[in-house]
Each structure stands twice: as structure tokens, then as C-alpha cells.
């Protein structure tokens, strides 16, 4: 993989189908057609689809066909507006990024991990026809590096399983501390020709995150000027060199899959964040899919940023 075309300017649609109340009503309700249409015009090329394997899975992994229909219903808006898609398994059934779901289990069961592949074989079957618009993301944010062989295994076993159904579509991945971009090093060599290394960057995080109330030690009143958070383009540009060093030597690319900025923040000082990390990503010819599209602290859409979104979009 020289280059992941069509994937270049994006923007996530977090808590439409992941970190949300799983009902037929929020799924109805959260995101518009109009929405998909409205990133459209902002430039963008893809979206990223988080999604949790409630969507898709009942309680017993069993398939739920209602999930699958939403998945086509967002993938038919997206290409009426010109739009690829990456595909993110967001939660496993024993696995979350966020402590708070009480997800366990799942890098230390065998029966939790073929539940996922299994997952994944359905997922690449139901999606292959869209394996022109859509990529996969295997899952979002191994957090402990303590995992980072088993993870290994698991997304070759996972690429495999899926290779069967979905031979041409191409997957992401990431490693380790949130798909930090230090733990890029660690993946093992590309699967395939159409494997991409993904990561995420919200740094320095005490700007990104300031007054988070799930941060650890962050007060909710603590706030951060742009300028005092010293970040710039050449910052940016050091953050992604050995990611982006490592996936060139093993014959892929780079992919940022999640970046931003609370909505605490001055919306000046999150113009000037994207400004800077903008030109790194310019500068490194890497796709990328701004954190988020609407609400879940980091709207880009909601009316905090109103004043600045004409500036704000043209560095996504």
C-alpha cells in the first residue's frame, strides 16, 4: 500500500452507533442524511463509522440484521454525497477502550476472540460489495502494551477470516496506548498489500482534554491557552516521524483515525491546534478523520464553534 486514496480528509460520526444508548430511536435520530451531505461540503472525502457490537450482535453474539440494514443505510448516504467509509469496530463483546463499559476478558479468552472473528467474518460478507467506498478498522484503542504480541496474532488470524469474504478491502489497524503513534513500531509487518497502520493523536492532551472530567487528575476547571500548550507544526511533524518511518518500511502508510479538541477549549485556540497539526499532515501526505462530527465533547458541528467553522474546516 503506496497510498490510501480516498481517505485523505475525514471527519468521525462518534455516538451515532458506539458510545451511545442503543436504541432503534437514538439510531433513527442522531445523525441526518443532511449531516452525511453537510461533511460532504466541508471537503471531506470519507467518514469514519464507530460502532459497538451491540449494533450488530445480541447479548448471546447471535446476528442482529437491523444493525447490518443501518450499516447499508449510512454507506448508500455516503455514497450519494461522493463519501468513502471506514468501518470501526469501536467495542468487542470483552473489550473496551473506556474502563467505564466493563468489558473484560477478551485478550485472555479464546471463545471471546473467535466471537470477534466470527463478527468479522459477518461484517466482511455483508460489506464486501462496498469494497470500493468502505475499509475496515479492526478495532479501536488496545490500551496496555502488555498485549501487544496476543493483539498481533489476533489481527492476523482476524485478516485472514476476513481475506475469505472481503479479499479487496482494505484494513486498518493500530497498536497499542490508544493507538498511540510511539506504539506504531510494534505492529508486525502488513498482513497483505492493503493493510494501512492507523493511529490517533490528541496532543499534548492537557490542551486537547482540558477540564475533561474522565482524565485522571484533570480538573474540570483547568484551562490552556494555544499558545501555551507550545505545539506547532514541527511538533506534530516529530510525533508521527517514527510511525511514519516504520509503516514506509514495512510497505504501507500512516493514518490518523481520531484527532481534536474539547469543546472547553477557546474555539480560536482549537482553530489554531488544526491549523498546525494540519500542515504536519499536509507535509506527510497522511489521511486523517477529525474527532467528531457532532456532540461527544468535541463537536465540530455544535454551536460553540460556530463562529470559526468556515476557518476550522479548511484545516481538516
Not at 443532511?34 to 448471546?60: C, F, M, Q
Not at 506504531?184 to 493493510?195: A, H, S, T
Not at 500512516?254 to 484527532?259: A, D, K
Request: net charge negative.
Amino acid at each position: 500500500m503506496k497510498e490510501f486514496k480516498g481517505y485523505k480528509k475525514g471527519v468521525n460520526l462518534g455516538g451515532w452507533f458506539s458510545q451511545c444508548e442503543h436504541t432503534t430511536e437514538h439510531y433513527e435520530d442522531f445523525i441526518a442524511k443532511s449531516d452525511i451531505e453537510k461533511i460532504a461540503s466541508w471537503g471531506a472525502d470519507h467518514v469514519r463509522l464507530p460502532i459497538d457490537y451491540e449494533l450488530l450482535e445480541t447479548e448471546n453474539g447471535e446476528p442482529v440484521n437491523e444493525g447490518f440494514a443501518y450499516i447499508d443505510r449510512a454507506a448508500e448516504w455516503c455514497r450519494a454525497a461522493g463519501l468513502n467509509m471506514i468501518l470501526d469496530l469501536h467495542k468487542t463483546a470483552g473489550y473496551s477502550f473506556d474502563e467505564g463499559e466493563s468489558e473484560k476478558g477478551f485478550f485472555e479468552s479464546p471463545l471471546l476472540q473467535e466471537r470477534y472473528f466470527r463478527l468479522w467474518e459477518r461484517i466482511a460478507e455483508h460489506c464486501a460489495g462496498y469494497s470500493g467506498m468502505m475499509c475496515f478498522e479492526l478495532l479501536n484503542e488496545v490500551t496496555e502494551q502488555s498485549v501487544s504480541g496476543i493483539w498481533n496474532g489476533i489481527v492476523r488470524e482476524c485478516i485472514g477470516r476476513i481475506r475469505k469474504y472481503a479479499p479487496d478491502t482494505v484494513i486498518l489497524v493500530g497498536s497499542y496506548w490508544q493507538n498511540s503513534p510511539d506504539a506504531v513500531k510494534d505492529l508486525d509487518p502488513p498482513y497483505d498489500d492493503k493493510v494501512v497502520y492507523n493511529c490517533h493523536c490528541y496532543d499534548p492532551l492537557k490542551f486537547t482534554h482540558q477540564g475533561a472530567p474522565w482524565v485522571k487528575d484533570m480538573p474540570v476547571d483547568f484551562r490552556m491557552s494555544f499558545k501555551e500548550s507550545g505545539v506547532d507544526r514541527e511538533y506534530f511533524l516529530g510525533r508521527f516521524k517514527e510511525a511514519a518511518e516504520t509503516a514506509a518500511k514495512n510497505g504501507t502508510v500512516l493514518y490518523c483515525g481520531e484527532y481534536g479538541v474539547i469543546d472547553r477549549a477557546a474555539p480560536e485556540d482549537t482553530v489554531e491546534w488544526y491549523r498546525a497539526i494540519h500542515e504536519a499532515f499536509e507535509e506527510l501526505d497522511m489521511g486523517r478523520a477529525a474527532w467528531s462530527y457532532k456532540a461527544m465533547d468535541f463537536g465540530l458541528s455544535d454551536e460553540g464553534l460556530k463562529g470559526v467553522i468556515g476557518e476550522l474546516i479548511k484545516n481538516l
